[in-house]
């Protein structure tokens, strides 16, 4: 299993989420007014403040929480993702 340093987790916390969306999911989006939908999960809005999930009353500015919180990546595979994507 590979280690995630401290190095890459500053990094991973600095990608934001709607730079990962937009890159990375492109197809799973919908414009709504001034912010986008996830297709897959249309109470997920996402705009330059970050993502919140208003059925769950969570959110986030980071692509790391998105992963996490979302995708139900753990930790260390959602820094892995980032830094092996290029998200740094």
């Not at 986008?36 to 692509?63: C, E, F, M, V």
């Amino acid at each position: 299993m590979p280690f995630v340093n401290k190095e890459q987790v500053r990094r991973a916390k600095d990608v934001a989420a709607i730079d990962y969306i937009l890159k990375h999911e492109p197809n799973n989006i919908r414009r709504s007014g001034e912010s986008i939908r996830l297709i897959d999960h249309p109470s997920i809005s996402i705009s330059d403040n970050g993502w919140y999930w208003h059925s769950q009353s969570t959110g986030s500015k980071s692509a790391l929480d998105f992963l996490i919180t979302v995708r139900g990546y753990t930790f260390r595979e959602a820094v892995l993702k980032l830094m092996k994507i290029g998200m740094n």
